[in-house]
Structure formats: C-alpha cells, structure tokens
C-alpha cells in the first residue's frame, strides 16, 4: 500500500464547558491565571449521561455516516485511552455493538494505554497493519477518547475531554513519512493513576513540564538524525510548515516550539540567523538539567520564536485552548485545529507531530499533505468535523454547577446500581448517553 495515512477523522466533544475567566474567578486565583498563565480559554467535561465510551460510540457512528463508510469495510479497531472504566474489557469491546449489528466481528485489535500516548500508540498500529503482509485491504480505524479530571486544587483547570476517530487507509491526503519518526521512553513518576478508586490522576505538574521538553528534545533529536540520514542534508524549523503538540495546557505548547528552537541554535542548525544565535550565546553553555530550569531562556526562546510560532503553531491550538487536554485526543485535536484553519491550503505542506504520554512514552513524526479526493480530501474532512459549528453551540455552566457535576461524577467512579437522569436537553440528535449501570456493572447506552 502507498501513501498510507488519515482518509478521515471526526471530534466530538461534549456540549458542556466552563469558561477559564469564570472559573479563575471562583477558585480565587489571580487574574489572568487560567486564560494567559495557562494560556487557556475555556473547558469541556462530561456530565452524568456522557462517558469516554458514549463519546467514542457518537464519534464513530458519526465517522461511517458522514464520509459513507460500510461498518464491513473497517478490518482493524483501536482504542487509545487513559480513562479507565474497567481493567478488562476494552472500550473496543462496546463500539463492536456498531459492527456486529452489520455481521462484521472480523476487526482486529484492542484499546492501548499510556497516559496521553495510547492514541499514538494506536494511530502507528493501524497505519503499521496497512503497510504489513497482513493487511486485508480493508480500512483501519483508530479511537482516542478521554476524560480528562483533576482533584480541585492547580491542576484542575487542565481537565478537557473529547473523542476523535481517525480512519486509516491507503492513497490518503494525510499520509505518513515513516521513516521520519523519533521516539523517548523512560520511567518517570509525573503523572500517574495508582489510585484505582479514583479517576484522578497523582501529578507533579512541575515536574511533567520538565518530563515533557526532555522527551521533546530527545524526539526531535532522533527524528533529526533519521532525516538527515535519509534526506542527507539537515533538518530544522524550516523544514516543516507546522509543529503540532500534544496539549495539556497552550503554556506548554509555547515552550514547548521555543524549546526547539533552542535545540536548532544548539545543533548550529540554518534556521537560526546570526541576531538570534548572538542572543542565545549566552546560553551555549547551559548543561541540561540548567536549561529546563532557566527562566531567562525560556524568555528569550519564546521572543525570537515569537514570529514563527504565529506563522507554524498557532493555527493548531484553537480546540485544545476551548476544549482542554483531552489526553490521548489531545494531540489529535490540535491536529484538527490546523485542519479546520487551513484546509485546502494545506496542499504540500509537512507537518510535525509530537505526542507525548506521561509515565513516559513520546513520539515525533512527520505527515505529508495533498487535497485527496472525495469524501476523502482535506476539504471535506474540514467540513464534516464542523468544529466553528460545535464549539459556538455550547452549553456555559456557572462554576457552582461544574463543581456539584464533578462531585455527583466522583461518587459515580466505579459505582453501580444506578440510572442517570437521562436529562439529554443540552446533546446534539445523534449522540449516544449512559442511562444505567445495573448491580452487574453492565452499562447501558441509548442514542439521541
Ligand atoms: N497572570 C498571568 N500569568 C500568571 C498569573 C496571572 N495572574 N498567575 C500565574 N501565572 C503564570 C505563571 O507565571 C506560570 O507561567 P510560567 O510557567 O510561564 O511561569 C503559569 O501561570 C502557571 O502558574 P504556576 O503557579 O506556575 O503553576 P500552578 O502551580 O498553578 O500549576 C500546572 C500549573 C503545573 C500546569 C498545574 O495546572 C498542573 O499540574 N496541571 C496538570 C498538568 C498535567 O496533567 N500534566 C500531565 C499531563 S501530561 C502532560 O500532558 C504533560
């Protein structure tokens, strides 16, 4: 198979969200905390009738519909998520309701889980099984879908959730450069979920930071030398059009380009001109531990990498900003940003992907972009995630109603027994709501 890669995808995110202004505000944090520290706008959470299953359930039913995939055509399911509902039985195991029905049970595959990397994980499986001597012929079809929670204290404003489906195939408008592909592994306490009766997460946010651009520098580094193996000149920011980022909060992500802009002064690399390198001199000499730590070279980074950051990242940070991390989706989504923002113009361009999952798992990757052709091109995935559409049709809680949700949702963790209100007033026709949990722990879902 050639040009294997994305054909389609889909988001979906639930309707309910809190502004950051808001919620700033009523945690008593200083002003400008959550919108410009973090660099975050607003935030999506699930309420009682919404989980990471009833998202995937909506957003792959949705997928098959709009570009007319037959549910006999998917040979190959995978699930990314770090939401755990149950330590069994996969979430792929609920969405097989939508292919049984249709007589199709021959799908390989099942959920991955690290952190905000099982997406990732995922996504390199299917494409892997397309280019592999034991594909069928048919498409793969990658899940990542998360709720993403925190403890009340500095962390819970980076909670988000969403679901994406991304459908993969060969001839695709969004195809893989394989070789081109970097990865860092290691074993690091920074975000971690030991406590199986809770769904929040144990986190050293200062620490994940630092975890994060160390993973970073290592990806891009890897990725780097491949390239110039292969390419046998080298690369640098210059070489891409744009740099998506896994997106816990949009701070990180700013650090996170002017970091690499700091690796390609340090490799002497072409894209830093003779004004910036004079600028970074002073940082030449840094070891690596006092670079992660320098506020001054965060600052100066960030200036120089002012210009190209508008240019190369900003189109990409529209849904993480408004939505949150939504973890395993997160990178995904701002992937969609980019493609909500440009569509069409994308033709031609290389764009650099970076996920990044906590624990540790990262990979960097590159993807190739050119119009495709109907219902499979750049233009029609645009409009059918409809992303202006969703996010505009929202529903604002006031922050007294978030917190009694998150209570109501902590209570519910592992719970049994019960039904939900089943006040599906705020979802759009066609998404797909927990009504029950019986004494069984069997979970039932019905559709708008
Ligand atoms: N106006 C503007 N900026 C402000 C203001 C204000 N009033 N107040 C604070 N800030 C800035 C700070 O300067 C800081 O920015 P900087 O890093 O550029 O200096 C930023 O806001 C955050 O404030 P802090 O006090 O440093 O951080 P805090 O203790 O509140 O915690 C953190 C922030 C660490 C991001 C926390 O929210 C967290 O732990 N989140 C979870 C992160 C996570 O889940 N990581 C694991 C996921 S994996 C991964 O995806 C990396």
């Known amino acids: 198979a050639k ?33 410009i520290g973090l660099g975050q706008d607003c935030m999506a959470f699930c309420t009682e009738v919404e989980d990471v299953i009833s998202m995937s359930l909506t957003v792959v039913t949705s997928l098959l519909e709009k570009y007319g995939v037959d549910p006999k055509q998917i040979g190959r399911l995978e699930v990314g998520s770090e939401t755990v509902i149950d330590k069994s039985k996969s979430i792929k195991t609920f969405l097989m309701g939508i292919f049984e029905k249709c007589g199709n049970t021959d799908i390989e595959g099942v959920d ?17 099984w397309v280019e592999s001597s034991s594909w069928d ?17 500095p962390a819970r404003p980076t909670g988000g959730a969403a679901a994406i489906a991304i459908l993969i195939g060969p001839d695709a408008p969004i195809s893989f450069e394989s070789k081109v592909r970097g990865s860092h592994m290691a074993h690091v306490y920074d975000f971690y979920k030991p406590n199986l009766a809770s769904e929040y997460p144990v986190v050293d946010g200062k620490l994940s930071q630092t975890c994060y651009l160390i993973a970073l520098d290592s990806c891009y580094k890897q990725m780097c030398n491949k390239y110039e193996k292969l390419e046998g000149k080298q690369f640098s920011l210059s070489d891409a059009d744009y740099f998506v980022f896994h997106s816990p909060y949009n701070k990180l992500v ?43 070279l965060e600052k100066v980074t960030q200036q120089l990498a002012k210009s190209l950051y508008d240019a190369k990242v900003q189109p990409t940070t529209l849904i993480p900003k408004q939505v949150g991390n939504m ?6 989504a701002a992937f969609a940003s980019l493609l909500h923002n ?33 219902p499979f091109s750049l233009s029609n995935i645009a409009n059918v995630m409809d992303v202006a559409r969703k996010l505009k ?3 604002e809680f006031p922050p007294e109603k978030f917190v009694e949700t998150m209570h109501l949702m902590e209570q519910r963790y592992g719970a049994k027994d019960f ?26 879902y019905a559709k708008k």
């Open 3 to 35: 040009n294997v890669g994305i054909l389609a995808m889909d988001i979906y995110f639930p309707p309910t969200c809190i502004q950051q202004e808001v919620l700033e505000a009523h945690d008593g944090a200083s002003k400008g905390k959550y919108t």
């Open 112 to 128: 991955s889980t690290n952190a905000c990397y099982g997406g990732t994980a995922a996504l390199l499986n299917c494409v892997n």
């Open 137 to 153: 012929g048919r498409y793969g079809l990658v899940v990542c879908t998360d709720s993403a929670v925190y403890a009340e204290g």
């Open 254 to 296: 700013q650090k996170s380009f002017a970091r690499l802009l700091y690796d390609d002064f340090l490799r002497n690399a072409s894209s830093i001109d003779e004004a910036a390198k004079e600028k970074l001199a002073p940082f030449l000499t840094l070891s690596g531990d006092e670079s992660y730590q320098s506020r001054d």
């Open 327 to 332: 973890y395993t989706a997160s990178l995904y």
């Open 342 to 374: 440009k569509n069409s113009a994308l033709v031609g361009k290389r764009v650099i992907l970076f996920s990044y999952g906590s624990g540790s798992s990262a990979t960097m990757f590159s993807l190739q972009l050119r119009e495709g052709q109907h």
């Open 393 to 395: 049709s929202r529903h």
């Open 419 to 444: 039904v939900t209100s089943q006040d599906i007033s705020l979802l759009s026709p066609g998404t797909y709501y927990l009504t029950e949990v019986d004494s069984k722990y069997r979970r039932f």
